[in-house]
């Protein structure tokens, strides 16, 4: 059951002021959408490659697929053919970076460790902007930037730099450990999640990758964040302790704030994970409001990344959930669930640790899992949600 609670930030706020615009989507909600997993899609991959965990996915204006996948998690006997001797006849480490058509056809593939002098250590997020540009980041110790590219590869602007020094939300010149990106194209502005260090929203000029503004849980300035949240009971930090159901709302996010989607009306939609809720904010930093999702899920928590229905009005989100590994439906007015599908398992259309999901122009659904996953999925829209 979906449970939604209103922060203390909220006081001052009238009821037209929490449901306006988010609730008067012209044309009023449609049904939700039915979604049948693709068990065909997408096709073997070419040059003997395996994926390896999936840590990002996009889908451009063309509708093609792109994944940002981890060649550094693939294991020994997974690269058969790269050992020294073979051990086996497959497979070989593959590109970081696959482009697919709607078919699941690999067109194009560049990237990984190397490929750059500040690759990421543990590649996390991707987002393909309206110029056709990649943008890519990291979530392993030391990522402390993402990396704008040309759709072939080449290096076109980096925000941030590596580095091992702690979290500070103060510092706008790094990231921290960066979870989530996604481009305001008309604005020239890129949304970061940050992060896995961090507990912060950041946006940046995304041409110029001048700093703009940032905030964190229910709009708080950067400089109000602690650099650790407040503690749990055990004596762990939040951002490592399990959330405790039932307890008071966490005024801090915690780690990892995973990921920051923009509405077509203009909001922000920020995956809070470990605390099981998505934040509602403007694009200048101001809380509207907040869902909790499934708040009895522990340890990974239940809002791992989120995506809006595609039709006018989008009036529904659609939450990959990796630790009870299905996609929670929940309409957008008040947060509270519809339906869901998936279920934990390695058949097609289930799921283990789900992670990323991307949509296209026609509503399909497309997701990518980590841990032991290592996989894409394609899911159809079979209605009604058009």
């Given at each position: 059951?979906?449970?939604?609670?209103?922060?203390?930030?909220?006081?001052?706020?009238?009821?037209?002021?929490?449901?306006?615009?988010?609730?008067?989507?012209?044309?009023?909600?449609?049904?939700?959408?039915?979604?049948?997993?693709?068990?065909?899609?997408?096709?073997?991959?070419?040059?003997?490659?395996?994926?390896?965990?999936?840590?990002?996915?996009?889908?451009?204006?063309?509708?093609?697929?792109?994944?940002?996948?981890?060649?550094?998690?693939?294991?020994?006997?997974?690269?058969g053919a790269d050992q020294k001797p073979?051990?086996?006849?497959?497979?070989?480490?593959?590109?970081?970076?696959?482009?697919?058509?709607?078919?699941?056809?690999?067109?194009?593939?560049?990237?990984?460790?190397?490929?750059?002098?500040?690759?990421?250590?543990?590649?996390?997020?991707?987002?393909?902007?309206?110029?056709?540009?990649?943008?890519?980041?990291?979530?392993?110790?030391?990522?402390?930037?993402?990396?704008?590219?040309?759709?072939?590869?080449?290096?076109?602007?980096?925000?941030?730099?590596?580095?091992?020094?702690?979290?500070?939300?103060?510092?706008?010149?790094?990231?921290?450990?960066?979870?989530?990106?996604?481009?305001?194209?008309?604005?020239?502005?890129?949304?970061?999640?940050?992060?896995?260090?961090?507990?912060?929203?950041?946006?940046?000029?995304?041409?110029?990758?001048?700093?703009?503004?940032?905030?964190?849980?229910?709009?708080?300035?950067?400089?109000?964040?602690a650099s650790a949240a407040p503690e749990?009971?055990?004596?762990?930090?939040?951002?490592?302790?399990?959330?405790?159901?039932?307890?008071?709302?966490?005024?801090?996010?915690?780690?990892?704030?995973?990921?920051?989607?923009?509405?077509?009306?203009?909001?922000?939609?920020?995956?809070?994970?470990?605390?099981?809720?998505?934040?509602?904010?403007?694009?200048?930093?101001?809380?509207?409001?907040?869902?909790?999702?499934?708040?009895?899920?522990?340890?990974?928590?239940?809002?791992?990344?989120?995506?809006?229905?595609?039709?006018?009005?989008?009036?529904?989100?659609?939450?990959?959930?990796?630790?009870?590994?299905?996609?929670?439906?929940?309409?957008?007015?008040?947060?509270?669930?519809?339906?869901?599908?998936?279920?934990?398992?390695?058949?097609?259309?289930?799921?283990?640790?789900?992670?990323?999901?991307?949509?296209?122009?026609?509503?399909?659904?497309?997701?990518?899992?980590?841990?032991?996953?290592?996989?894409?999925?394609?899911?159809?829209?079979?209605?009604?949600?058009?």
């Amino acid at each position: 059951m979906n449970i939604a609670r209103l922060g203390p930030a909220l006081a001052c706020l009238s009821l037209t002021t929490l449901i306006s615009p988010l609730a008067r989507s012209a044309g009023g909600p449609t049904a939700p959408p039915h979604y049948i997993v693709d068990p065909s899609w997408p096709q073997e991959l070419p040059n003997n490659w395996i994926m390896g965990q999936v840590a990002g996915l996009a889908v451009d204006r063309q509708d093609h697929l792109w994944v940002l996948q981890r060649p550094r998690s693939s294991t020994a006997d997974e690269l058969g053919a790269d050992q020294k001797p073979p051990r086996s006849q497959c497979c070989i480490q593959t590109p970081a970076v696959l482009e697919f058509d709607s078919s699941g056809r690999v067109l194009s593939s560049w990237g990984g460790p190397g490929f750059v002098p500040d690759w990421p250590r543990s590649e996390h997020a991707i987002w393909v902007d309206g110029q056709g540009d990649v943008w890519i980041g990291g979530s392993g110790s030391g990522d402390r930037q993402i990396l704008k590219f040309s759709p072939s590869g080449r290096l076109l602007l980096e925000i941030g730099h590596p580095s091992d020094s702690p979290a500070d939300n103060q510092d706008t010149t790094i990231l921290g450990q960066p979870a989530g990106i996604q481009v305001d194209d008309a604005a020239h502005e890129v949304y970061v999640a940050d992060g896995y260090l961090n507990n912060r929203v950041v946006v940046f000029d995304s041409v110029t990758g001048q700093f703009r503004r940032g905030w964190g849980a229910y709009g708080i300035p950067l400089d109000q964040i602690a650099s650790a949240a407040p503690e749990r009971s055990g004596g762990a930090a939040a951002h490592d302790a399990d959330y405790v159901p039932g307890s008071a709302p966490d005024r801090q996010f915690r780690t990892p704030v995973h990921c920051a989607r923009l509405s077509s009306d203009g909001f922000v939609y920020v995956c809070d994970r470990r605390n099981d809720r998505i934040q509602v904010f403007t694009k200048e930093g101001r809380f509207v409001k907040e869902f909790f999702v499934h708040p009895s899920t522990l340890a990974n928590g239940s809002v791992w990344t989120v995506e809006l229905s595609h039709e006018r009005g989008q009036h529904y989100l659609l939450v990959a959930d990796g630790e009870d590994n299905v996609i929670w439906v929940l309409d957008r007015s008040d947060g509270h669930v519809v339906t869901s599908f998936g279920h934990n398992g390695r058949n097609a259309g289930q799921f283990h640790w789900v992670h990323q999901t991307a949509m296209d122009s026609k509503g399909n659904l497309y997701t990518g899992e980590v841990d032991t996953g290592k996989r894409v999925q394609k899911f159809v829209l079979r209605g009604p949600s058009r």
